[in-house]
């Protein structure tokens, strides 16, 4: 089965860079996705790492590593927007169907 | 515009009395998918739907049923409610699950009393 875990608040300051850890059990996966989620919005996607390694978008990073069970969501240059619940997800190994960490909450202080 | 629609958004209902969750996408997605979403839990999996008449059980099927009869609908049935369903759901769709991205919609807060 699928186990991820996340730290469930952390709090950084306008501008500063902060990064969101996603740590997991897993019999296998396809890939590690992350998930923004605004009080009372839907979640919409950031970014998905397949392989090993940084992906970078904008602002936001994401970083795999398969052979420590570990991956992380970089924000840098906060804005006060960014304030929101992150989630780290997997698509389990042979299966269609997706598993979401417990989700972190960012707050931006100015 | 692409998007995902829920209805309805909000309902409150009584223990035992069936209801139904629409979910609509027109993007062309072929893959569809249910949530569940409580406090500390993040996102359960409830049910998936890889294509018409395709579906398949997620991590808490218990109390749900889906049916997917045409591609761009995929419903959310609740036969007999119960309080533990309480919850904030969530569908959503995706064109290609390699790429680890997943359409949400709105979501739909229903309250079983």
């Given at each position: ?53 940084l ?18 969501l ?37 | ?62 109390g ?5 009869k ?41 309250t079983?009393?």
């Amino acid at each position: 089965g699928q186990s991820l875990e996340q730290p469930s608040e952390v709090t950084a300051v306008e501008g500063a860079i902060v990064q969101i850890n996603c740590t997991y059990q897993t019999s296998g996966f396809y890939g590690l996705s992350w998930y923004q989620q605004h009080d009372g919005g839907a979640p919409t996607f950031l970014s998905y790492n397949g392989l090993d390694g940084l992906e970078e978008t904008g602002r936001f990073s994401s970083f795999l590593s398969r052979s420590d069970s570990y991956g992380y969501l970089l924000l840098q240059e906060l804005q006060m927007k960014d304030s929101a619940s992150y989630f780290c997800a997997v698509r389990a190994l042979g299966g269609q169907n997706f598993v979401f960490g417990p989700g972190t909450r960012l707050s931006v202080l100015p | 515009e692409a998007q995902v629609t829920q209805n309805p958004r909000y309902l409150i209902t009584v223990t035992g009395k069936k209801l139904t969750v629409t979910c609509s996408q027109n993007m062309n997605h072929e893959y569809m998918s249910w949530y569940r979403q409580d406090p500390g839990l993040g996102l359960r999996q409830i049910y998936y739907s890889m294509n018409v008449e395709v579906t398949d059980k997620g991590d808490v099927p218990e109390g749900y049923k889906v049916s997917r009869k045409e591609k761009r609908n995929f419903p959310l049935i609740l036969e007999s409610p119960s309080p533990n369903q309480t919850s904030l759901y969530f569908c959503a769709s995706s064109l290609r699950t390699a790429t680890g991205e997943l359409f949400f919609g709105e979501g739909s807060r229903l309250t079983v009393l």
